[in-house]
């Protein structure tokens, strides 16, 4: 989920809402497996740790790079 930031008000602006759906995460230490840079890249692998992984690069259409 994201939701708008007004960093000069310290408060969220309107509603929240998904960008990523399937985000793995690890029950065990209650953490999901994404990262975002300063600029905005959002990283993020989907599916269960117990398929085994492989990351990839997408472009904003989707198309793998």
Not at 10 to 26: C, K, N, R, W
Not at 39 to 56: C, D, E, P
């Amino acid at each position: 989920m994201a939701q708008a930031f007004d960093a000069k008000r310290l408060e969220t602006v309107g509603d929240a809402f998904p960008i990523a759906e399937q985000v793995q995460s690890e029950p065990s230490i209650a953490r999901g497996v994404f990262a975002v840079s300063e600029n905005g890249v959002l990283a993020y692998q989907t599916g269960s740790a117990k398929n085994g992984s492989q990351l990839a690069w997408f472009d904003r259409s989707g198309k793998a790079a």
